[in-house]
Nanobody, 121 residues
Framework: QVQLVESGGGLVETGGSLRLSCAAS????????MGWFRQAPGKEREIVGA???????YYVDSVKGRFTISRDNAKNTVYLQMNSLKPEDTAVYYC???????????????WGQGTQVTVSS
C-alpha cells in the first residue's frame, strides 16, 4: 500500500515560515520524483515545485526564492521549506510521487491527503 502523508501545515502570519514534510511508504522512494502541489479555494490545483530522483529541482515562478524543496532518501521524506509567506500562498498543499514522465505535469502516480496552509494578513 503506497502512502504519502503530509504534515507541518498550519496558520502563519504574512512573512512567516513553515516547513512541510511528506513521508512516503510502500514504494522505492529513491526511484520516484516527488512533487508539491497546492489548491486554493475555488481555484485549480497548481504545481509548486518538484525534485527528480536525480536531485534536479523545479519551482513555479511565483515561489522562486521563497520556497525550497529537498529530499532525504534515507528517511523516505520530501520537504517543502516555505519562507516569506504571503496570503496568496494560502491553500491545501499536496505531495505526490511520479515514476516516469515530466515532473512539471500534474499526472503523478500517487498523492497524499493534503495539509492546510493559511497565511494571515
Amino acid at each position: 500500500q503506497v502512502q504519502l502523508v503530509e504534515s507541518g501545515g498550519g496558520l502563519v502570519e504574512t512573512g512567516g515560515s513553515l516547513r512541510l514534510s511528506c513521508a512516503a511508504s510502500g514504494l522505492t522512494f529513491s526511484r520516484y520524483a516527488m512533487g508539491w502541489f497546492r489548491q486554493a479555494p475555488g481555484k485549480e490545483r497548481e504545481i509548486v515545485g518538484a525534485v527528480t530522483e536525480g536531485g534536479s529541482i523545479y519551482y513555479v515562478d511565483s515561489v522562486k526564492g521563497r520556497f525550497t524543496i529537498s529530499r532525504d532518501n534515507a528517511k523516505n521524506t520530501v520537504y517543502l521549506q516555505m519562507n516569506s509567506l504571503k496570503p496568496e500562498d494560502t491553500a491545501v498543499y499536496y505531495c505526490a510521487a511520479k515514476y516516469r514522465g515530466s515532473i512539471r505535469r500534474s499526472d503523478y502516480d500517487y498523492w497524499g491527503q493534503g495539509t492546510q496552509v493559511t497565511v494571515s494578513s
